[in-house]
């Protein structure tokens, strides 16, 4: 079965623009998350999305943000891009299963430069 | 605040060894821990996942515990391999959020 899908892997923005990222979770995968990896603060959790609905959402500005489809499919926006945002993004998928709590598996990350 | 570390941020072991890799936390009740494998400009792969009531999990040369008493995991893995040599991260959740809070790793290296 194919794994998480991100596109694209590499991306180059000047501070000010925005930029949209994408992911395909594993069929069948319903809860999508996403996280912000960097040298200085290492993996952050953004936000979660299930059944299109963000249902947590970590410590970030507004300038980030989301969306899932309904075929589970998940975008995440930065908006104003600042230098600081330079980072790997990352994308994970779950099983949802009521009673117990499953791993998460990642997407390959879209690495993102700002300057 | 909530905080999770990991003792160390480099381990050199020789292959053979076994690496053990420790992760603490504080001011949190987490329903589970997870051990992630991370490759270098690789997303993290999943190891293990222990539960709070649970003290160990094997998994091949992987061994896990937690202690909730020490706010503490430990990751063994026997018998080490140069293929062993990443970075690896432990990672909290409380059970009701889809939600990982990671620590920042400890990057292993299996010496020949």
């Known amino acids: 079965k194919a794994g998480v899908t991100q596109t694209p892997r590499y991306l180059i923005k000047t501070r000010g623009q925005q930029v949209t990222l994408s992911c395909s979770p594993i069929?069948?995968?319903?809860?999508v998350s996403w996280y912000q990896q960097t040298p200085g603060q290492g993996l952050q959790f953004l936000f979660e999305?299930?059944?299109?609905?963000?249902?947590n959402k970590g410590n970030f500005p507004g300038r980030f943000s989301g969306r899932q489809f309904s075929n589970s499919r998940s975008e995440m926006n930065v908006s104003t891009l600042e230098l600081g945002d330079s980072a790997l993004y990352l994308c994970?998928?779950?099983?949802?299963?009521?009673?117990?709590?499953?791993?998460?598996?990642f997407g390959q990350g879209t690495r993102l430069t700002v300057v | 605040s909530q905080k999770i570390e990991q003792n160390s941020e480099a381990l050199n072991i020789q292959e053979g060894k076994t690496a053990t890799l420790t992760c603490n936390y504080t001011?949190?009740?987490?329903?589970?821990l997870q051990w992630y494998r991370q490759d270098p400009g690789r997303g993290p792969v999943f190891l293990l996942l222990?539960?709070?009531?649970?003290k160990e999990k094997r998994k091949e040369r992987l061994k896990v515990t937690f202690d909730t008493t020490l706010k503490q995991s430990l990751f063994h893995i026997t018998a080490s391999q140069p293929a062993d040599s990443a970075t690896y991260l432990c990672?909290?959740?409380?059970?009701?959020?889809?939600?990982?809070?990671f620590g920042s790793g400890t990057q292993l290296t299996v010496l020949p």
């Open positions: 994970a998928s779950s099983l949802d299963t009521q009673g117990g709590n499953t791993e998460a598996f």
């Open positions: 069929s069948g995968h319903r809860s």
């Open positions: 999305y299930f059944s299109e609905t963000q249902r």
């Open positions: 001011n949190y009740s987490p329903a589970y």
């Open positions: 222990i539960r709070e009531n649970e």
């Open positions: 990672a909290l959740e409380p059970g009701s959020a889809r939600q990982l809070t």
